[in-house]
C-alpha cells in the first residue's frame, strides 16, 4: 500500500480564519513533506519532517505552522492567510534519506 | 545547487503516435531520478524511478534510463492513448546533509495532450 491521505480536499477560508490541513500514512515512512503548487507550476517544498522533528524550514512565513505529532500523521496550520497563498498543497512521505516519496491527492485552498 | 531541465509544451499528439520528453539535471552527488503525472485536479503519482547509472525504469508502457555520461532521463512510450493527457514532471533527489530526507527538485513539468 503506498497511499497518503490528505484531508480536507478543499477548502475556502478568509483571511481572519484559523484551519488546519491534515496527513496520514501508514507506510512506515519516517520522512514527510508539505508541498505548495501554483497553477501550471511544479510543487515548491515548504517543510521536511525526519523522524518527527522539523528538519527543512524553506523560509516560510510564519502564518504556515508545521506539526508532526506522530510518525504517522502530519498537520499544517494556517492563520491570517493571504489571497496568494490560495494553491494546491501536497502532502509526501518516504523513507529517509533520498528515497522515493509518494504524494497524496492534496487540499485545493482557496483565501478570500 | 541542484536542476532539472525539461521540454515545457504543451506537446500534442495524435493516438498511437511515439512520444519522448526530454529531461537533462545537474547533480552535486548521485541522485536518484524519478518521473512523476499529474492528471486534472488530482496529486502527483509516481510513474517510474531509477536509482543508478544505466537503471531503467518501466511502468504502464513508459520507460526512462538513468544516463550518467549525458545527465538525462528522458521519458518515452511506443504508443500514446488519449488517457495519457496529463502534466509529467520530471525530479531527482539526492541525500539532505547529514544524511536525512530532502526534497525533490522537480522540472517545470510538460503538458501532454493526445488528441484521438
Known sequence: DTEVTQTPKHLVMGMTNKKSLKCEQHMGHRAM????????KPPEL???YSYEKLSINESVPSRFSPECP???L???HLHALQPEDSALYLCASSRPGGETQYFGPGTRLLVL | GDSVTQMEGPVTLSEEAFL???CTYTATGYPSLFWYVQYPGEGLQLLLKATKADDKGSNKGFEATYRKETTSFHLEKGSVQVSDSAVYFCALSEVGSGGGADGLTFGKGTHLIIQP
Not at chain 1, 513533506?33 to 501550471?40: G, H, I, P, S, T
Request: proline share 0%; charged share 15%; aromatic share 20%.
Open chain 1, 46 to 48: 515548504m517543510f521536511v
Open chain 2, 20 to 22: 519522448t520528453i526530454n
Open chain 1, 33 to 40: 513533506y508539505w508541498y505548495k503548487q501554483k497553477a501550471k
Open chain 1, 70 to 72: 506522530n510518525s504517522s
Open chain 1, 74 to 76: 502530519l498537520n499544517l
